[in-house]
């Protein structure tokens, strides 16, 4: 989630910014009109997001500097932060449910041939 409060706060140290896994990143209304666009209706859209990527936010900002030792520590710490990310719809990652419509034009106008 391109528009998530940890991609704001780390900016270049953001861990999702790690290419190649990561071509293309998206906020929740890029990707819903892309899909849109597309074809697709989106069902739903979840908030997601693990409390070991935030430690990873700041291992990028630490260039790793940080002892894997604290991290159990640091994941307890900071879990409820990733709670409360994924209340406000601001965590890292989106997961949409989209189906293809069948026929596209048929969903516009309400017509059948």
Known sequence: NWGSIPAKLFKSKWFHLDAPRHLFLFNKETLVRILEKNGFKVRFVKYDGDTK??????????????PRSR?????????????????IKM???????????SNPSEMRTGMRD
């Open 53 to 66: 990527d935030i430690i990873n936010h700041f291992s990028y900002l630490f260039q790793g500097k940080i």
């Open 71 to 87: 991290n159990v520590i640091a994941i307890e710490l900071l879990r409820p932060v990733n709670a409360f990310l994924k209340k």
């Open 91 to 101: 965590s890292d990652v989106l997961i949409v449910h989209a189906v293809k419509d």
